[in-house]
């Protein structure tokens, strides 16, 4: 018997109830021959819709992980980065379905390119649209264009347009500052050695975070047009009641964590900007209907309460 190749390529899958999307994600996983060896590690945090079952019958050669509960993005990929084997590391989201021979184009590049840390593939809707969602790091400016109608007129979405990286149309391959982090190659070593994702980012900016720490290492990261991932949008995060006061929580960490206490405190300043300015929306959006303007109101207070609940 000849045992199997040592793998080249460790590919990590976050489940968390998205049984559907996962098994087409390790369909398209299983369903190519790669040229690089590649295992596959899929994390289940705490699926209740028969996703690891479903797994486990169809797909064997997973590795499979099963967490008694969500223990959210940063701390799942972590914990099946753990796991992996392969000289090179690819985290991705249950909602994708890789095209034939993008995975193995993203590690040639990364052989390729000694001074890369990091290369992405372009994302596609289902009808073939590309992606826009390639992104420059955000500053101080950006908290406020999010969080206020400045956003929305003048300089202000100038800077918002630029944040967004509009100004790209995503078809021709270039160095960026964030890619998608819905597929992210990496070696695995260079991934140990930064720690992987920052568990305080538990859902959002960590992928952020990350690109952040490689670019100030001097490690180029690559949007990489060869490799074509099918995305299923907010496929895997739009079951998440409360995302955005995690949201929230995880962009006030990022920014205290590059930024200081200043930024943090800058983001609660835009964070009670737009307070006001949804509570003026929910006031005009019920005019004669008090009662619906009264529990509009009390939803959005309550989310804010559970928000300062835990800085």
């Not at 797909?59 to 980065?81: C, M, S």
């Not at 929305?152 to 100004?167: A, N, T, V």
């Not at 180029?220 to 929580?249: E, N, P």
Request: charged share 25%; aromatic share 10%.
């Amino acid at each position: 018997m000849v045992a199997d190749p040592a793998p080249v390529l460790s590919v990590v899958v976050l489940s968390w109830n998205t049984r559907a999307l996962t098994l087409a994600c390790l369909d398209a996983l299983f369903g190519e021959t790669p040229r690089h060896a590649r295992e596959v590690i899929v994390v289940d945090n705490g699926s209740h819709d028969g996703s690891a079952e479903a797994i486990a019958l169809r797909f064997p050669a997973v590795r499979l992980v099963r967490n008694a509960e969500n223990r959210l993005y940063a701390a799942g990929n972590n914990q099946g980065a753990a796991l992996a084997a392969g000289e090179f590391l690819c985290t991705l989201n249950s909602d994708t379905e890789v095209r034939p021979g993008a995975l193995d184009t993203l590690v040639d590049y990364l052989r390729a390119h000694a001074d890369y840390g990091a290369v992405a593939p372009m994302l596609v809707d289902p009808d073939g649209s590309v992606q826009h969602a390639c992104q420059r790091f955000p500053g101080w400016w950006t908290a406020l264009c999010f969080d206020s109608w400045w956003g929305s007129f003048g300089p202000g979405k100038w800077l918002q347009d630029r944040y967004l990286m509009r100004d790209f149309d995503h078809r021709t391959s270039r160095d960026v500052a964030q890619p998608p982090g819905a597929v992210f190659v990496m070696r695995t070593a260079e991934w140990r050695a930064y720690g992987g994702l920052d568990e305080q980012l538990s859902l959002f900016y960590n992928d952020v975070d990350l690109c952040r720490r490689l670019w100030r290492k001097g490690r180029r990261i690559r949007y990489l047009v060869d490799a074509v991932v099918l995305h299923h949008r907010g496929g895997s995060t739009r079951h998440f009641g409360k995302m955005l006061v995690l949201w929230h929580q995880n962009r006030r960490a990022y920014y205290r964590k590059h930024y200081g206490v200043l930024g943090a405190l800058w983001v609660d300043l835009c964070v009670r900007l737009r307070i006001r300015e949804e509570l003026g929306k929910i006031a005009r959006r019920n005019v004669g209907d008090p009662g619906r303007a009264a529990a509009e109101r009390a939803h959005l207070l309550a989310a804010v309460a559970e928000l300062r609940g835990k800085r």
